[in-house]
């Protein structure tokens, strides 16, 4: 980055811009394992679908979620019909295909931008280590001048 010493005002101000660096490097991070978690959550909802799909209608049974970490056994009505959510509330009913079709889309896009999100979070670990460079070449340039002292 730099040949020449860095004033303390300098130094500090990479060492500023480090931890800048680094904290949004660990919140993409967090985004990221946010997004993950909706793909598997997508690819468990396609795998449920195709599961109840080969279900006989009569004898297809779920749990159902009442709160609380408690469940109840449930017969299912229509398993060839799903109610997906579309995004700000909004849900729809639409067939077995179009659910799965649905949710495939949505987990190809969020698949899209995990790797948007990772290219960036290499950025970020680029600049991170660029500056631990900077600040150790820095703290080897300083160790004669602190000889003397």
Not at 30 to 47: D, K, N, P, T, Y
Not at 125 to 134: D, F, K, L, P, T
């Amino acid at each position: 980055m730099m040949d020449r010493q860095l004033t303390d005002q300098e130094l500090q101000g990479l060492m500023a811009r480090h931890d800048e660096y680094q904290a949004q490097a660990e919140a993409l991070a967090g985004q990221m394992e946010a997004i993950q978690i909706s793909i598997l959550e997508c690819e468990r909802a396609v795998s449920t679908i195709d599961a109840l799909e080969s279900e006989d209608e009569d004898s297809a049974t779920s749990l159902v979620p009442i709160g609380a970490g408690s469940f109840v056994h449930a017969r299912l009505v229509k398993s060839d019909r799903a109610i997906v959510s579309l995004g700000a509330s909004v849900s729809a009913e639409m067939s077995a295909d179009a659910a799965r079709g649905c949710l495939s889309d949505r987990k190809e896009k969020l698949i899209n931008i995990l790797g948007q999100m990772d290219k960036s979070l290499k950025e970020l670990a680029g600049r991170v280590r660029a500056i631990q460079a900077e600040a150790n070449k820095q703290m080897q340039l300083r160790q004669p001048d602190q000889a003397y002292m």
